[in-house]
């Protein structure tokens, strides 16, 4: 059913020396002592970090709930947030498809998209035979997966040892860490200027929309460095 | 639990998991060396960028009580240490935290 040596494989690459669990596992320490100061319950807690798994996603659930916004606020407010998941989707199951491997595999396992799951992947799947690459991504995807839900707990009980200094901390690792990885993923003239012009043109846009700043930003400058990098292939 | 917060997180997973399943069923039919594949690779990057600019520079939650200045401060010196620890990302993950408290606690 898995490649237990594949699933294995990916489970360990959290272990890696460059490996974003202690970022990710702040960023929900934090969730955790952010949903507790709410008036969540450690099992609300818990099923909404299983469940949603996206960071800026339960940022804003958190916050349409304090201002008491109704359910289809907080899923349009959620959805604008988290369309990131799209291309990032689109842009990596291409190359995990394989006809041998059933499809289960692919529905089940886009629930892993995350930012730190998705760079891991495109970091290392040149490495693994095609085949495999969704037992591996099933395992990078469990292994961040366990990580946010252990950090959601121990946010959850420790919320009133942090003070603010140290959720400011905490909260500043996640942005830091993807920017790092950004920074280094940036290697083609394509992805570095997406990564440039999706910088720059994300806030800007945010002054004519907050909500849909950045979705703006991403397909604008996205498919600006597309075209940038055709041209200069050709 | 209250129906409320659960009403909430089931309406958030719902609003989350669609874009991810309607990202994996749409690309089934596009090839990795496809040009509509490397748009979308422009675009995931892009996007990405785009959010992490705008927790930082329009933070939700606690981090929009820090001042733009010491926000700024903290990534200009984070990138400056991942550059110097030769790229590494554990590095500047780490300094930037405790970077954040002290800038915060004295600014």
């Known amino acids: 059913m898995i490649n237990r040596e594949f699933f294995f494989k990916g489970y360990k690459s959290i272990l890696a020396h460059d490996s974003p ?28 970090t299983m469940l949603t798994y996206a960071l800026p996603g339960s940022l804003v659930m958190a916050e349409s709930l304090l201002v008491g916004a109704s359910l289809l606020n907080i899923f349009l407010a959620v959805w604008f947030v988290n369309a990131r998941l ?15 491997q059933p499809k289960w595999k692919y529905y089940f396992s886009c629930h892993f998209i995350a930012v730190s799951a998705w760079l891991i ?14 037992d591996y991504w099933i395992g990078i995807g469990s292994a961040t997966w366990s990580i946010a839900v252990i950090g959601t707990f121990i946010g959850f009980f420790s919320s009133e040892f942090l003070n603010k ?45 907050p909500e849909w700043s ?3 930003g991403g397909v604008v400058g996205g498919t600006i460095a597309y075209f940038v990098g055709e041209l200069n292939v050709s | 639990m209250s129906a409320n917060i659960v009403y909430a997180i089931l309406v958030t997973s719902f609003a989350t998991f669609l874009s991810r399943f309607l990202g994996a069923v749409s690309s089934e039919g596009i090839k990795e060396t496809s040009k509509l594949f490397k748009w979308f690779n422009c675009l995931a990057y892009a996007t990405l960028a785009a959010l992490i600019a705008r927790t930082i520079i329009f933070p939700v939650g606690v981090l929009s009580d820090a001042s733009y200045m010491s926000r700024f401060a903290v990534v200009i010196l984070s990138l400056i240490v991942f550059f110097v620890s030769k790229k590494n990302y554990v590095y500047p993950t780490i300094f930037s935290a405790v970077c954040m408290a002290i800038l915060n606690n004295y600014f």
């Open chain 1, 165 to 209: 200094d140290l959720m400011m901390g905490l909260a500043i690792l996640n942005p830091i860490y993807f920017l790092c990885m950004m920074v280094g993923a940036s290697k083609t003239i394509q992805i570095s200027l997406s990564v440039l012009l999706g910088a720059i043109l994300g806030p800007i846009f945010y002054f004519l929309s």
């Open chain 1, 121 to 134: 992947m495109k970091s290392n799947y040149k490495s693994i035979p095609k085949e495999q690459r969704i």
């Open chain 1, 21 to 48: 669990a202690i970022a990710l596992g702040c960023c929900f320490i934090a969730i955790g002592a952010l949903l507790k100061n709410l008036g969540f319950n450690i099992q609300e807690s818990i099923f909404s």
């Open chain 1, 214 to 216: 950045i979705l703006l």
């Open chain 1, 86 to 100: 799209y291309p990032m989707a689109v842009s990596l199951f291409p190359l995990m498809m394989h006809k041998d």
